[in-house]
């Protein structure tokens, strides 16, 4: 039932720890996740989690423990979780030579156990059942095992969860690595960044002389703190303000700044990102939800454009609190555009957005941009404000 077939090749020796990470964020995640795999593959004590989106290494390393744990002669079983409920399942069948039993007895029984990509099997009652024996044998007995996941850890059995967040036994590494099958791309196929490619800090028109006073010191100091926050992305920056008023520019050009200097960006609008994940429960579909989720919570820099809730219906709602509370929680780099006022968030949004701890929050009350005669700060020409 083990084997690793075409993962043989995946050693601690081909790991690239930054290879695909394009900043120093996702660069510091693979190199303590294969740090950590390292240090568990010469010492196996304990769980190791490693968790994170599609294609972030982290099937890489866990084929690597195995890989190293056979070359010592070790034993141990590679398996994918639903391969894992299928072999079972056929041990039932009267061509099998082996029993249920015994299959099921080596399973919770062998000195390491590597089980990737749990959370990808169908969630039977017999599935959560199977996995939870598994685990709690393993747990009891303080088994070396090493799972992947790349599901929320709050969509797993509340049974097996309870093991999994065990921190006496079980050492959890968040890799937050974009796709590296990606990594031709530094934007990934939902963004819209394209359509806002002229929208840079060169081309936004400071609107000197055109606005009041106050209007353009606050413009100016959004603009200011969109250059600091490109140049280093950290913790949040959220623009708030009127249709028009040069939100999206500055967000979009905080996204093209980075997305020249090589950092994977995801640039969506709020309406557009909710038809995406609609559009993943249609029979005709190539992307399932999940991963499609996964990849906007995960980003390395997610720019959130035109969020707003007020009209949102209760799915939409849920579906933005995950999404918000997710990078909140792990202070992932966010760039925000809303034109809600502040009585038209609840409570629970205006305590992520406007957490001084983690956001800057750069009001602008400019009004409507009509392509007036004010000229760009920086002096590259002007592309309409929004």
């Given at each position: 039932?083990?084997?690793?077939?075409?993962?043989?090749?995946?050693?601690?020796?081909?790991?690239?720890?930054?290879?695909?990470?394009?900043?120093?964020?996702?660069?510091?995640?693979?190199?303590?996740?294969?740090?950590?795999?390292?240090?568990?593959?010469?010492?196996?004590?304990?769980?190791?989690?490693?968790?994170?989106?599609?294609?972030?290494?982290?099937?890489?390393?866990?084929?690597?423990?195995?890989?190293?744990?056979?070359?010592?002669?070790?034993?141990?079983?590679?398996?994918?979780?639903?391969?894992?409920?299928?072999?079972?399942?056929?041990?039932?069948?009267?061509?099998?030579?082996?029993?249920?039993?015994?299959?099921?007895?080596?399973?919770?029984?062998i000195p390491m156990l590597v089980i990737d990509d749990l959370g990808a099997e169908s969630p039977t009652q017999w599935a959560q059942e199977?996995?939870?024996?598994?685990?709690?044998?393993?747990?009891?007995?303080?088994?070396?095992?090493?799972?992947?996941?790349?599901?929320?850890?709050?969509?797993?059995?509340?049974?097996?969860?309870?093991?999994?967040?065990?921190?006496?036994?079980?050492?959890?590494?968040?890799?937050?690595?974009?796709?590296?099958?990606?990594?031709?791309?530094?934007?990934?196929?939902?963004?819209?960044?394209?359509?806002?490619?002229?929208?840079?800090f060169e081309s936004f028109d400071a609107r000197k002389g055109e606005i009041p006073p106050e209007q353009q010191r606050l413009l100016m100091?959004?603009?200011?703190?969109?250059?600091?926050?490109?140049?280093?992305?950290?913790?949040?920056?959220?623009?708030?303000?009127?249709?028009?008023?040069?939100?999206?520019?500055?967000?979009?050009?905080?996204?093209?700044?980075?997305?020249?200097?090589?950092?994977?960006?995801?640039?969506?609008?709020?309406?557009?990102?909710?038809?995406?994940?609609?559009?993943?429960?249609?029979?005709?579909?190539?992307?399932?939800?999940?991963?499609?989720?996964?990849?906007?919570?995960?980003?390395?820099?997610?720019?959130?454009?035109?969020?707003?809730?007020?009209?949102?219906?209760?799915?939409?709602?849920?579906?933005?609190?995950?999404?918000?509370?997710?990078?909140?929680?792990?202070?992932?780099?966010?760039?925000?555009?809303?034109?809600?006022?502040?009585?038209?968030?609840?409570?629970?949004?205006?305590?992520?957005?406007?957490?001084?701890?983690?956001?800057?929050?750069?009001?602008?009350?400019?009004?409507?941009?009509?392509?007036?005669?004010?000229?760009?700060?920086?002096?590259?020409?002007?592309?309409?404000?929004?």
């Amino acid at each position: 039932m083990s084997s690793l077939g075409g993962l043989a090749a995946k050693t601690f020796e081909s790991f690239k720890p930054e290879g695909h990470a394009a900043n120093p964020r996702q660069k510091a995640s693979l190199k303590l996740a294969f740090d950590q795999a390292q240090k568990y593959a010469e010492s196996p004590r304990g769980w190791l989690l490693l968790h994170g989106g599609y294609g972030c290494g982290k099937t890489h390393l866990a084929a690597a423990i195995a890989n190293a744990q056979l070359a010592r002669g070790g034993e141990v079983m590679f398996v994918n979780a639903p391969d894992l409920l299928d072999h079972l399942r056929d041990t039932f069948g009267p061509a099998s030579e082996v029993s249920y039993d015994d299959m099921f007895d080596r399973v919770r029984n062998i000195p390491m156990l590597v089980i990737d990509d749990l959370g990808a099997e169908s969630p039977t009652q017999w599935a959560q059942e199977k996995f939870y024996q598994i685990f709690n044998h393993r747990y009891n007995a303080g088994l070396p095992t090493v799972i992947t996941s790349n599901v929320e850890l709050e969509r797993i059995e509340p049974r097996l969860r309870s093991r999994l967040v065990d921190m006496d036994l079980v050492r959890k590494i968040l890799i937050e690595a974009p796709d590296f099958r990606r990594a031709d791309s530094n934007e990934p196929d939902l963004s819209s960044l394209e359509h806002h490619r002229n929208q840079t800090f060169e081309s936004f028109d400071a609107r000197k002389g055109e606005i009041p006073p106050e209007q353009q010191r606050l413009l100016m100091k959004a603009y200011d703190e969109a250059q600091d926050f490109a140049k280093e992305p950290n913790g949040w920056i959220v623009f708030t303000g009127g249709h028009g008023s040069g939100k999206t520019h500055l967000a979009a050009a905080i996204a093209n700044y980075c997305n020249r200097a090589g950092q994977p960006v995801l640039f969506v609008t709020v309406s557009d990102l909710l038809d995406h994940l609609r559009a993943t429960f249609s029979p005709d579909s190539v992307v399932r939800y999940d991963k499609r989720f996964m990849e906007v919570k995960s980003a390395a820099l997610l720019v959130l454009d035109d969020l707003s809730i007020e009209s949102a219906t209760p799915w939409a709602r849920e579906k933005l609190m995950q999404l918000v509370d997710y990078r909140y929680v792990a202070t992932m780099p966010t760039v925000i555009t809303t034109s809600a006022d502040k009585d038209e968030l609840d409570d629970w949004m205006q305590s992520r957005l406007l957490d001084p701890r983690l956001s800057t929050i750069c009001p602008i009350t400019a009004p409507i941009y009509k392509g007036g005669k004010g000229a760009g700060k920086r002096g590259k020409g002007r592309q309409g404000n929004k």
